[in-house]
């Protein structure tokens, strides 16, 4: 499992994340304090505040493909 921080500064960002992740066949969450949603859920992405980084969990040791695809989108 590996642990990025993303931050979507608009909501077109949110929709190509959501198209970038919903193409790997591992699971993929989005936590933001309490709170859990699936990354391949955009609603569930709307449901975040998404004013600040949201932390993404990725269920799989091999994602150096997936960190690749949302690069412009991992908090510095």
Known sequence: MKSVKVFFPSTECVKDFVNAVS???YEVD????RYVVDAKSLLGIFSLD???PIVCEIYNDNCDDLLK???KYIAK
């Open 23 to 25: 193409a790997y066949p």
């Open 30 to 33: 989005l936590h933001s304090g």
């Open 50 to 52: 998404l004013a600040k």
């Open 69 to 71: 695809d949302i690069g």
